[in-house]
């Protein structure tokens, strides 16, 4: 039996026009959504969820095109862009019954999360992004012979047809490389949960690629207009993140506060995966978010 989030409820809700999304609700109070990063699913936050759901109304999708939710076809290049998932978001926590509600995703779902602030400022009432830059920011800092560790991000930027069967052939060990080589502690991603990453990716390759292109392409065009245009995230923003600057030569610190009014950056030395590795810590912060 593949796992789950203790005591909460597996829903499925449709977001957008033959789009459903896989979601785990639990706990009461104000609304929280947390949201996964690659390669995993809405599990790994299977034990922040269950801390903040003491005092909490906690929504933890699948985003589309991940997991159990709908993986639709992306004929133009746009239906797995951020602003695409940042609706379903929305979308999703009004299903729910919530207009407000605070966001808190991790790599992926981070890049979600930043869209959805400036998107929907007034659904979105704080933001939390776990180990990740904005797009533009993220590009930028690829360069060199450092740039390596991002294969898979050009890799994935490529054309339709060759990424996709090139890791169609390879999943588990596709997928199980990043696995392996970002979990500080190996033992955080146990092996039942791991299995049920691995099954959830090799039957969302072509999403997953999708996701990836998108960040190469119409969310690129998306983050560069709200940078010409001024926009920022207005609501409390916290950012949890690794030393990655140290290696590829950038200040995460400034580089958020361009796109953030009220920022607290973090720098964490709790893994990629550090919702899975360190969850008491990240609950923490998002507490100390929340109350901002």
Same mark, same amino acid.
């Given at each position: 039996?593949?796992?789950?989030?203790?005591?909460?409820?597996?829903?499925?809700?449709?977001?957008?026009?033959?789009?459903?999304?896989?979601?785990?609700?639990?706990?009461?109070?104000?609304?929280?959504?947390?949201?996964?990063?690659?390669?995993?699913?809405?599990?790994?936050?299977?034990?922040?969820?269950?801390?903040?759901?003491?005092?909490?109304?906690?929504?933890?999708?699948?985003?589309?095109?991940?997991?159990?939710?709908?993986?639709?076809?992306?004929?133009?290049?746009?239906?797995?862009?951020?602003?695409?998932?940042?609706?379903?978001?929305?979308?999703?926590?009004?299903?729910?019954?919530?207009?407000?509600?605070?966001?808190?995703?991790?790599? /992926?779902?981070?890049?979600?999360?930043?869209?959805?602030?400036?998107?929907?400022?007034?659904?979105?009432?704080?933001?939390?992004?776990?180990?990740?830059?904005?797009?533009?920011?993220?590009?930028?800092?690829?360069?060199?012979?450092?740039?390596?560790?991002?294969?898979?991000?050009?890799?994935?930027?490529?054309?339709?047809?060759?990424?996709?069967?090139?890791?169609?052939?390879?999943?588990?060990?596709?997928?199980?490389?990043?696995?392996?080589?970002?979990?500080?502690?190996?033992?955080?991603?146990?092996?039942?949960?791991?299995?049920?990453?691995?099954?959830?990716? /090799?039957?969302?390759?072509?999403?997953?690629?999708?996701?990836? /292109?998108?960040? =190469?392409?119409?969310?690129?065009?998306?983050?560069?207009?709200?940078?010409?245009?001024?926009?920022?995230?207005?609501?409390?923003?916290?950012?949890?993140?690794?030393?990655?600057?140290?290696?590829?030569?950038?200040?995460?610190?400034?580089?958020?506060?361009?796109? =953030?009014?009220?920022?607290?950056?973090?720098?964490?030395?709790?893994?990629?995966?550090?919702?899975?590795?360190?969850?008491?810590?990240?609950?923490?912060?998002?507490?100390?978010?929340?109350? /901002?």
């Amino acid at each position: 039996m593949a796992p789950t989030i203790p005591d909460f409820a597996q829903r499925r809700v449709e977001v957008a026009e033959d789009v459903t999304l896989n979601v785990a609700v639990g706990g009461s109070g104000s609304p929280v959504v947390l949201l996964h990063g690659f390669p995993q699913t809405h599990l790994m936050w299977r034990h922040v969820a269950a801390d903040l759901a003491a005092d909490h109304t906690v929504i933890c999708p699948d985003l589309r095109g991940y997991g159990a939710s709908d993986k639709p076809a992306d004929p133009d290049g746009t239906a797995y862009g951020k602003r695409m998932m940042a609706a379903d978001t929305v979308a999703l926590a009004r299903a729910l019954g919530h207009e407000r509600f605070a966001l808190a995703g991790h790599d /992926r779902g981070a890049l979600v999360a930043f869209r959805a602030g400036l998107d929907h400022p007034t659904a979105v009432t704080h933001v939390a992004c776990l180990d990740v830059l904005p797009t533009l920011d993220m590009w930028a800092a690829m360069h060199g012979t450092s740039a390596a560790v991002g294969f898979h991000l050009y890799l994935m930027a490529q054309p339709p047809g060759l990424p996709e069967q090139m890791i169609a052939g390879a999943s588990d060990a596709f997928f199980g490389h990043f696995l392996d080589a970002w979990a500080a502690d190996p033992a955080a991603v146990p092996a039942d949960v791991r299995a049920s990453y691995l099954d959830a990716c /090799r039957a969302a390759v072509p999403s997953i690629v999708a996701d990836y /292109r998108a960040s =190469a392409g119409i969310d690129v065009v998306h983050d560069q207009a709200d940078r010409d245009a001024g926009n920022r995230l207005r609501m409390p923003v916290s950012v949890l993140q690794q030393d990655w600057g140290a290696a590829l030569g950038y200040d995460a610190r400034a580089l958020w506060s361009a796109w =953030a009014d009220d920022l607290v950056h973090t720098t964490v030395d709790w893994g990629h995966f550090m919702a899975e590795q360190a969850p008491a810590e990240v609950a923490a912060a998002l507490r100390d978010l929340l109350a /901002r």
